[in-house]
């Protein structure tokens, strides 16, 4: 990389101006290496989203008798 400073700098402010683009190009290069992150969504935008709601576990499932029959069935 060249750059020119034109306006007749000190040698202080000229390589303040080189460590600073230094800087910038040291920063820009550990971007770029870093691998893209995919942005975790929130709990909100997950909940909204349509999903497979598993079928009811056999322990959950109940008989298909009304309370009533069930109640005259205990007599």
Do not use: C, K
Not at 65 to 73: D, H, L, M, P, T
């Amino acid at each position: 990389m060249r750059f020119e400073v034109s306006g007749r700098p000190s040698h202080e402010e000229t390589a303040a101006i080189a460590a600073v683009i230094t800087a910038i190009v040291a920063e820009e290069a550990n971007a770029l290496a870093t691998p893209v992150r995919v942005p975790r969504q929130s709990s909100w935008v997950l909940a909204w989203r349509p999903r497979d709601i598993p079928a009811p576990l056999p322990s959950h499932t109940y008989e298909m008798q009304s309370w009533a029959e069930v109640e005259q069935s205990g007599e």
